[in-house]
């Protein structure tokens, strides 16, 4: 479907014109890019309206793949341009070759590069990875689908880049000859475009390429149970997980590789999910060179991502509140991640717990299933609440419905105001915690999940800010 072969600088000294297929961050760093190269950029999007126009040459609406694609020798496409848009399978049939952003930077950057892949935990082991390699490599970058595009730095000559990858920008992407790779997990998402777990699974799968004997690839053995194929026998394949070379161990917490035996008792992110992206990442910083002392040094001092789990700080929340603990995880857009992030919890623990946004294509009955463990109220907003009412309202359990967020913390601000505060029966030792973790896009009221987080956390301050008299 896309160029299968990776180009060379000296290919695209030949190409002169280009088209950028969707706009975004990652659409105008290529555009950035190929400008500097004196290349002519044209830019097709579904909102031509909101584009940079000093960025282009020219600026025209995708519906029209015949007139665009006049005079153009390669196309760079955003990894939300489904695959069977018009103007891709217009291009094929003049065998234009196409390329992801990712693929781009690539051919810029010819020093070693690690990628990571999975359903959850892409992110935080993405962020983990960079933060061990600073130790070795203080000039290391990081970027990908964690937010900097590859193309904004690929020419910049870092020791080695980590990239988050998603399904998309692999699916777009010819080899991209990783130094090593990891695929953390995987579960239902994206069936939208993949329409199957097979098809998801063999997306993700073009991280690898165990083909080169220098690559080193790290799966999660369950990653196995989706594919058309049985795990394969490979010295280059590192198993990561239950009984494997590579696996954690809780009560004393402990990541063992091969290598070393590791203390994670003072790793600041809790849970058993977030040991495995260590795991992960720690096996990653192995194979290019760190040594365990230098691994063992960073482990107390990652600081967690924005929007992931965090708790807002003490210090920002009234005296009043100050036993409540607030959670922003806006960056929960689909139910297994949400239920990772809340594996900690237990029945009795005080909790509300808040979800919203547009549910994905997935089984609603885990989440079921973890709330009559829990047995804490929940609190639905926005699409969310169409899509899910039916299955939740047959258990029985109090859940609430809110249009909007603000109108869902107001409530939240009240209960806990006649309830919590007031009410004997909830003051207890523990505090209460109120996880925002919406397990759904965000786009049926925002731009994305870090203005959905930002809200989040300014309704917070808004309502029990330490501000408050």
């Keep these: 479907m896309f160029s299968q072969s990776m180009l060379s ?19 105008d760093s290529a555009a950035l890019l190929l400008n500097s190269l004196g290349k002519k950029v044209i830019l097709a999007d579904r909102f031509p309206e909101k584009a940079n126009p000093s960025l282009y040459l020219k600026v025209l609406s995708d519906q029209m793949p015949q007139e665009i694609l006049d005079g153009i020798d390669c196309i760079i496409k955003s990894p939300g341009i489904l695959p069977d848009h018009p103007i891709l399978e217009f291009a094929r049939g003049k065998q234009i070759p196409i390329l992801s952003e990712i693929a781009l930077g690539r051919i810029f950057f010819n ?27 203080p000039n290391a970058k990081m970027g990908g689908n964690i937010g900097v595009p590859f193309t904004s730095f690929c020419r910049e000559n870092p020791e080695i880049v980590v990239l988050e990858l998603s399904s998309y920008q692999l699916d777009d992407s010819p080899n991209l000859q990783l130094t090593a790779s990891a695929i953390l997990n995987l579960a239902s998402d994206h069936l939208e475009r993949h329409k199957t777990m097979e098809s998801y699974a063999l997306a993700k799968w073009k991280i690898q390429n165990l083909l080169d004997k220098e690559h080193q690839c790290f799966v999660n053995p369950n990653f196995f149970n989706f594919t058309p194929f049985v795990i394969p026998t490979h ?22 590789t091969p290598n070393h035996e590791y203390d994670v008792s003072l790793f600041p992110l809790k849970g058993k999910h977030n040991l495995m992206n260590l795991c992960f990442a720690i096996a990653l910083a192995e194979v290019v060179g760190l040594s365990p002392d230098q691994i063992q040094s960073q482990l107390e001092t990652f600081d967690g991502l924005p929007h992931r789990f965090q708790s807002i700080p003490t210090q920002t929340i ?12 806006s960056k929960s857009t689909n139910l297994h991640s949400m239920l990772s992030g809340i594996s900690g ?15 994905k294509v997935e089984p609603i009955f885990p989440l079921i299933k973890r709330w009559k463990e829990l047995e804490c109220p929940l609190f639905v907003f926005g699409k969310a609440k169409e899509v899910w009412s039916e299955d939740l309202n047959l258990t029985g359990l109090p859940v609430f419905y809110f249009d909007d967020l603000k109108s869902l913390i107001t409530d939240i601000k009240e209960r806990i105001d006649h309830q919590w505060i007031t009410n004997s029966e909830f003051q207890k030792e523990e505090t209460l915690t109120v996880i925002f973790s919406p397990a759904g896009a965000s786009f049926d009221l925002y731009k994305n999940f870090e ?4 809200h989040f956390k300014n309704l917070i301050q808004d309502f029990f800010g330490s501000s408050l008299v």
């Design 318 to 329: 009234s005296q009043k509140y100050q036993s409540i603990r607030f959670i922003n995880d």
């Design 9 to 27: 600088p000296n290919d695209l000294k030949n190409l002169d014109s280009y088209l950028i297929l969707g706009g975004g961050s990652s659409g």
């Design 451 to 454: 203005e959905r987080g930002n």
């Design 235 to 256: 010295s280059n394949l590192h198993l990561v997980g239950e009984k494997e070379s590579y696996f954690v161990t809780q009560n004393p917490n402990k990541i063992h």
């Design 111 to 137: 020093g070693p590069v690690i990628g990571i892949t999975g359903t959850d935990g892409k992110s935080t082991t993405t962020a983990l990875t960079y933060h061990l390699l600073k130790k070795k490599y």
């Design 345 to 359: 919890f237990q029945k009795g623990d005080p909790i509300y717990l808040i979800l919203g946004g547009i549910p």
